[in-house]
């Protein structure tokens, strides 16, 4: 019986067009392959939809994701528009959509692929057999806290102002998607925090020691966060899942990505308590390159076979795609920033081309 889902796709900018498109005809092969239909509906956001609308994340595009079994995004921003007000630019337009749709914690893997292996800036030694997921908590802490601003003091001095707050609730979610995680993996959970300065992080650390009660088969550990992010580069072997807040995991889970040589290889996913959840590629839009077929897909394909997995338990679907990108890296294709000597450079749409040719075999 065929299964029906209606996605959301939300190109975005820059190089956002160029990988969507090879992600929809990896979708469609795959579809063909396991009797699913995909509803394709495309919706404004970031620099598109401020410069179609004026605002970053118009209300029909919101609506359009809440009415879809989930949502697969590209890329936003570029430099067309940093020097808009804060709450103006394309990135506001990625935080209303998480807040709009509920989406507290996102699932970052750093994998290294053994075929990229040596693309990775840390010796062989270090970096072989690393397999991280990093869960951070997504519509708390400082990027959403208040009171924010820039204000004036009573001498006339400006004063720039962020308010980093976790409720016990907000901590405790987070907290059991990581557990759960865990359970799948390893069973070992790393929780990171500031608790030696921060009270907020006092809070957090006590709240996940006494939720890991509950989950007697997961190791739990606290790192600080200083020195969580020295060991991701002196030993990142030594974690499996990793738990923190927002502006924590924003900084961590990219130093994570960077152990595999490639920001331009990773997908992530960003899943609420219900509804649809959003899953994109880590890196950015890469304005530079935008428009000139030079842009890497695999991430964009891989976020594809998370939504596949995650958000419509479509796991066979899901592991044909990474078969296929393990495929094309096994027979020497590689896009400009995973070339090395020897191999096959190819461009976004001979990438998508080799994909497909994979799935079809």
Same mark, same amino acid.
């Given at each position: 019986? !065929? =299964?029906?889902?209606?996605? !959301?796709?939300?190109?975005?900018?820059?190089?956002?067009?160029?990988?969507?498109?090879?992600?929809?005809?990896?979708?469609?092969?795959?579809?063909t392959?396991?009797?699913?239909?995909?509803?394709?509906?495309?919706?404004?956001?970031?620099?598109?939809?401020?410069? #179609?609308?004026?605002?970053?994340?118009?209300?029909? +595009?919101?609506?359009?994701?809440?009415?879809?079994?989930?949502?697969?995004?590209?890329?936003?921003?570029?430099?067309?528009?940093?020097?808009?007000?804060?709450?103006?630019?394309?990135?506001?337009?990625?935080?209303?959509?998480?807040?709009?749709?509920?989406?507290?914690?996102n699932?970052?893997?750093?994998?290294?692929?053994?075929?990229?292996?040596?693309?990775?800036?840390?010796?062989?030694? *270090?970096?072989?057999? *690393?397999?991280? @997921?990093? *869960?951070?908590?997504l519509?708390?802490?400082?990027?959403?806290?208040?009171?924010?601003?820039?204000?004036? !003091?009573?001498?006339?001095?400006?004063?720039?102002?962020?308010?980093?707050?976790?409720?016990e609730?907000?901590?405790?979610?987070?907290?059991?998607?990581?557990?759960? +995680?865990?359970?799948?993996?390893?069973?070992?959970?790393?929780?990171?925090?500031?608790?030696?300065?921060?009270e907020? &992080? =006092?809070?957090?650390?006590?709240?996940?020691?006494?939720?890991? #009660?509950?989950?007697?088969?997961?190791?739990?550990?606290?790192?600080?966060?200083?020195?969580?992010?020295?060991?991701?580069?002196?030993?990142?072997?030594?974690?499996? !899942?990793?738990v923190?807040?927002?502006?924590?995991?924003?900084?961590? &889970?990219?130093?994570?990505?960077?152990? +595999?040589?490639?920001?331009?290889?990773?997908?992530?996913?960003?899943l609420?308590?219900?509804?649809?959840? /959003?899953?994109?590629?880590?890196?950015?839009?890469?304005?530079?390159?935008?428009?000139?077929?030079?842009?890497?897909?695999? #991430?964009q394909v891989?976020? #594809?076979? @998370?939504?596949?997995r995650?958000?419509?338990?479509?796991?066979?679907?899901?592991?044909?795609?990474?078969?296929? /990108?393990? =495929? /094309?890296?096994?027979?020497?294709?590689?896009?400009?920033?995973?070339?090395?000597?020897?191999m096959?450079l190819?461009?976004? =749409?001979?990438?998508?081309?080799?994909?497909?040719?994979?799935?079809?075999?």
């Amino acid at each position: 019986m !065929t =299964q029906n889902y209606r996605i !959301t796709l939300l190109p975005g900018d820059g190089i956002g067009p160029e990988i969507m498109a090879v992600a929809v005809d990896v979708l469609k092969v795959v579809g063909t392959k396991f009797d699913i239909e995909f509803a394709f509906q495309e919706a404004l956001i970031g620099g598109a939809a401020i410069d #179609a609308t004026g605002e970053p994340l118009p209300t029909a +595009t919101l609506d359009t994701c809440r009415n879809s079994d989930a949502v697969l995004l590209a890329a936003i921003g570029g430099y067309k528009w940093d020097n808009l007000p804060s709450h103006q630019r394309p990135e506001a337009g990625l935080l209303g959509l998480r807040a709009g749709l509920g989406l507290f914690a996102n699932l970052r893997p750093a994998q290294i692929l053994p075929q990229l292996i040596d693309a990775s800036t840390l010796k062989r030694e *270090v970096v072989e057999g *690393v397999d991280i @997921m990093v *869960v951070r908590e997504l519509t708390g802490g400082i990027y959403f806290g208040k009171p924010k601003g820039i204000f004036e !003091t009573e001498t006339g001095e400006k004063r720039g102002v962020n308010t980093m707050v976790y409720s016990e609730s907000e901590i405790e979610r987070i907290g059991r998607v990581a557990f759960e +995680t865990a359970r799948k993996r390893s069973g070992k959970l790393c929780s990171v925090d500031k608790a030696n300065v921060l009270e907020v &992080s =006092q809070l957090w650390r006590d709240r996940i020691t006494k939720l890991s #009660a509950e989950y007697p088969d997961v190791e739990l550990s606290h790192l600080y966060v200083d020195n969580a992010a020295m060991q991701l580069v002196r030993a990142p072997k030594q974690f499996d !899942t990793i738990v923190t807040g927002n502006l924590f995991g924003d900084i961590l &889970s990219d130093a994570a990505a960077m152990l +595999t040589g490639s920001i331009g290889m990773l997908p992530s996913a960003s899943l609420g308590a219900s509804g649809p959840g /959003v899953y994109e590629p880590v890196h950015g839009s890469a304005p530079d390159i935008a428009g000139q077929d030079k842009a890497n897909p695999l #991430a964009q394909v891989l976020s #594809a076979a @998370m939504m596949l997995r995650y958000g419509l338990n479509q796991p066979q679907a899901a592991d044909s795609i990474e078969k296929a /990108v393990l =495929q /094309v890296l096994e027979q020497g294709d590689r896009t400009g920033d995973i070339m090395s000597p020897g191999m096959n450079l190819l461009g976004c =749409q001979a990438m998508g081309k080799s994909l497909i040719q994979a799935l079809e075999k």
